[in-house]
T-cell receptor, first 114, second 112 residues
Framework: EPEVTQTPSHQVTQMGQEVILRCVPISNHLYFYWYRQILGQKVEFLVSFYNNEISEKSEIFDDQFSVERPDGSNFTLKIRSTKLEDSAMYFC????????????FGPGTRLTVT | GENVEQHPSTLSVQEGDSAVIKCTYSDSASNYFPWYKQELGKGPQLIIDIRSNVGEKKDQRIAVTLNKTAKHFSLHITETQPEDSAVYFCAARVTGANNLFFGTGTRLTVIP
């Protein structure tokens, strides 16, 4: 069964450093998402991406964040200058297309900012 | 924006008993309500969902009910098994948007 994959599973970085989290969505899916989950809190939406551009973003997704689909398979989240409060589990998800509401999540990347 | 509340935060049941998890939402424009199961170290797994034009949906031992008037929806698991132990999240999607708003999660423990 097709699944969303994410790398790395765990990333440790120092405050102020840039990190790139990588995702491979399900093949033939058209919508891609990033969510995050701070320990003990709700899963929160960051951004959605369709047709090579951001379709929606939340207040959390400020200028420190960017997303990219550099090729036909990868979808990346970049945090330009990490802060302690960026420490969280980051989930990538994908859905098939318009009218297909089901979102399928990857296993997540645990980001620890020290 | 949409706000999803989920209860209870923890739930313990004996194997074979039923488990019910409840969620409420605030935005009447929400039209899609998925449920996710998250096991330790894994991402959320979609287990069942319901759209606003349906009142109930069932898939083997799990079912979801939706009351649009009261703006609440529930997950029902019957004949629980130890492998049902996990954290369950409800979510809602507002018409015209793609993002999901999640509840705070319920840790279900099924005692053998």
């Amino acid at each position: 069964e097709p699944e969303v994959t994410q790398t790395p599973s765990h990333q440790v970085t120092q405050m102020g450093q840039e990190v790139i989290l990588r995702c491979v969505p399900i093949s033939n899916h058209l919508y891609f998402y990033w969510y995050r989950q701070i320990l003990g809190q709700k899963v929160e939406f960051l951004v959605s991406f369709y047709n090579n551009e951001i379709s929606e973003k939340s207040e959390i997704f400020d200028d420190q964040f960017s997303v990219e689909r550099p090729d036909g398979s990868n979808f990346t989240l970049k945090i330009r200058s990490t802060k302690l409060e960026d420490s969280a589990m980051y989930f990538c998800a994908s859905s098939a297309g318009t009218g297909a509401y089901e979102q399928y999540f990857g296993p997540g990347t645990r980001l620890t900012v020290t | 924006g949409e706000n999803v509340e989920q209860h209870p935060s923890t739930l313990s049941v004996q194997e074979g008993d039923s488990a019910v998890i409840k969620c409420t939402y605030s935005d009447s424009a929400s039209n899609y309500f998925p449920w996710y199961k998250q096991e330790l170290g894994k991402g959320p797994q979609l287990i069942i969902d319901i759209r606003s034009n349906v009142g109930e949906k069932k898939d083997q031992r799990i079912a979801v009910t939706l009351n649009k008037t009261a703006k609440h929806f529930s997950l029902h698991i019957t004949e629980t098994q130890p492998e049902d132990s996990a954290v369950y999240f409800c979510a809602a999607r507002v018409t015209g948007a793609n993002n999901l708003f999640f509840g705070t999660g319920t840790r279900l423990t099924v005692i053998p």
